[in-house]
């Protein structure tokens, strides 16, 4: 009579479904990935530009009048007075689209062209 013995271990089949199981549930959660990126992107932009407008609303309560342009945030304009700045650090990065730039409207608020 023969006797079978029992080999520790994981057959083929095995490994071979546990690998097609997890490449279904990565390739399922790539979408949800790209839309998070995306969302985190749109969030900055948004709080860059926030930011630019309350630099935009003190530099109006200190001088009387909206920038130009946002380098004036950063950089005393001449013949200007009451000029307390600098109201922003550095020159804000366009994150969400890249190829456009911020741009002060008449009344102080932020576009993107």
Do not use: H
């Amino acid at each position: 009579m023969f006797v079978l013995k029992r080999q520790n271990g994981f057959t083929l089949l095995e490994i071979m479904l546990v690998l097609f199981l997890l490449g279904i549930i990565i390739v399922s959660e790539i979408p949800n990935f790209e839309t998070s990126k995306k969302n985190v992107v749109e969030k900055i932009d948004i709080t860059q530009i926030n930011k630019i407008e309350i630099a935009i609303e003190l530099y109006y309560l200190d001088t009387g009048c909206y920038p130009l342009e946002i380098a004036e945030l950063i950089n005393q304009p001449d013949d200007l007075e009451g000029w307390r700045g600098p109201y922003l650090e550095e020159l804000p990065l366009q994150t969400y689209f890249s190829e456009n730039k911020y741009v002060i409207r008449s009344n102080g608020k932020i576009c993107v062209e």
